[in-house]
């Protein structure tokens, strides 16, 4: 059953350039004026009066906790998506020379292991609310793994869009729910322009495209999450990837809202965005002081963030230019290496997005752009295990042995000289 | 020359609610004044008070974006396919 109107706490949509309002239906444009994207509009007194520390203490162990800050009428398809740990990254920030570094492992979100759970949950929920059976998406990978994922918890018909390039891992997790997958000969931005055909003509929900303006409100409980890991606190510097620059945008979004509705204490936060050199077009704009994108072709084994036109680019930008941070691109050696330091040093395994921003991390430190004593939170969305290609060829082998102590003998003492003399080459 | 463009949804309220248009262009920036021309009001939609097109709006010839191309200047020829998509977010 929907919950009562009084807790509904969005008022509808509204176009965040010209302002210009629109009903809360599916549709993501400011078709009436000016074609810039539609965001939802909230009833701030009405979250303040219902909210506070305690109440989302006591709420679900999920995004759902903040609920009131999201754009849904009643029940939500709770898949416990959300509140993935922040992990204190003692010897990741050793090893790079910081102080008080945190990792947001969205790496092990549920239910399919990627930041993209949370803004499906809200989007296939808003779906469910405007009444559609099918919903649909244009995805580099993981957001079909979450579409496809969470349409079969919810009954909902599926049909997904991907590059037919994408990586072994990211077409498996999207093809074991049974939806219907179209692999396009194309990069993304060419089966995103595709997609908005399809969306003319077919009375799909597409989570990125008609439903995007709910879509992407999942993302804030990446700023939410964070503030309450850290006690109610705002970090002084954030480091996320950039693809379409949605998600960078929603966790300053989360943090204003948390200061809006007197959760936390207003202060000044550096965002720094990571991308790939072979798909910078958002790092290319910031390195030329430039305030507009010009769209570029990706080439990259960072696949899930190879957006070649970023539809939000400029706010990417102009957020970075205002907090302070940087925008900085790696090459995909660099990311590779990402990766592994990740692993190596903290025992998380993530995909090639999630080396890019600790390379770009690293990058930055050594640059002079972090201060060791700033409280940074590395957001990490996405898991390892979905992109393994990437990293095949560095990982080295398992020692093939006997089943006999002399055989393993032999190995260990190999083993040990092996890593002595990594140790050597590498120092802590 | 005659050039199909298709229309995004937000759009076909002034296309009679076509998804596909035929018009007469042989630039993109001559397929704007086509479109205002056969639906009067739709270039006030597309392009600012410049006349340029606005910044969340990407146009594409034959499914190549127009800036990999001459932007507004990219010639046209009969048979082509020019698509209008408002931009979207993805990943």
Request: aromatic share 8%; charged share 20%; proline share 5%.
């Amino acid at each position: 059953m929907t919950a009562t109107l009084s807790s509904v706490t969005f008022k509808g949509l509204r176009c965040k350039e010209c302002g210009h309002p629109y009903e809360a239906t599916a549709r993501h444009v400011c078709e009436d004026v000016c074609f810039g994207p539609l965001e939802v509009v909230y009833d701030y007194d009405a979250i303040r009066a219902r909210t506070s520390r305690a109440s989302i203490e006591a709420g679900p162990v999920s995004i759902w906790r903040y609920r009131d800050f999201l754009p849904i009428e009643g029940d939500p398809i709770d898949v416990g998506t959300g509140f993935t740990p922040l992990l204190r990254a003692n010897r990741l920030a050793r090893r790079l020379g910081l102080k008080h570094l945190y990792i947001k492992n969205d790496g092990v979100n549920m239910p399919t292991l990627s930041f993209k759970d949370r803004v499906v949950s809200v989007a296939l929920t808003r779906a469910r609310e405007l009444g559609f059976s099918t919903v649909s998406c244009a995805s580099t990978g993981n957001l079909a793994n979450s579409t496809a994922a969470i349409a079969a918890h919810a009954g909902m018909e599926c049909c997904v869009f991907i590059p037919s390039d994408l990586e072994a891992g990211k077409v498996l997790g999207t093809l074991i729910y049974n939806p219907t997958l179209m692999a396009v000969k194309g990069n993304y931005d060419q089966v995103n322009r595709l997609c908005c055909e399809v969306a003319n003509t077919y009375g799909w929900g597409f989570v990125n495209i008609n439903l995007r303006p709910y879509y992407s409100e999942g993302s804030k409980t990446l700023g939410f999450e964070v503030i309450e890991q850290l006690g109610w606190k705002l970090p002084d510097h954030i480091v996320a990837p950039l693809a379409s620059g949605s998600l960078f945008t929603k966790i300053r979004k989360g943090f204003d809202e948390f200061i809006k509705v007197g959760l936390v204490d207003e202060k000044p936060v550096r965002f720094s965005g990571a991308q790939a050199e072979g798909c910078s077009p958002i790092a290319q704009a910031f390195a030329a002081g430039r305030d507009f994108i010009t769209p570029v072709k990706p080439h990259t084994i960072a696949k899930s963030i190879a957006i070649g036109n970023p539809a939000d680019g400029p706010y990417a930008l102009d957020l970075a230019y205002k907090s302070g941070g940087t925008i900085a691109a790696v090459t995909d050696e660099e990311i590779v290496a990402g990766i592994q330091l990740l692993a190596e040093t903290e025992g998380i395994f993530t995909e090639t997005a999630g080396g890019t921003t600790i390379a770009v991390l690293k990058k930055l430190v050594e640059q002079g752009k972090i201060d060791p004593e700033e409280t940074t939170v590395a957001y990490i969305t996405g898991n390892g295990l979905k992109t393994t290609e990437a990293v095949t060829s560095v990982v080295g082998e398992a020692l093939s042995i006997e089943p006999q102590l002399a055989s393993f003998n032999a190995a260990w003492e190999r083993a040990q000289s092996l890593q002595r003399a990594t140790w050597e080459s590498v120092g802590v | 020359m005659t050039i199909q463009v298709l229309i995004p949804t937000p759009l076909q309220k002034f296309t009679g609610d076509q998804a596909s248009v035929a018009l007469d262009a042989s630039s993109v920036d001559e397929l704007i004044v086509a479109l205002d021309g056969a639906f009067p009001g739709l270039k006030e939609r597309l392009c600012d008070e410049q006349g340029k097109l606005r910044r969340f709006l990407n146009v594409y010839v034959n499914s190549e974006d127009i800036r990999f191309l001459e932007n507004q200047t990219t010639a046209l020829k009969a048979g082509d396919e020019v698509s209008i998509v408002p931009a979207v977010a993805g990943g």
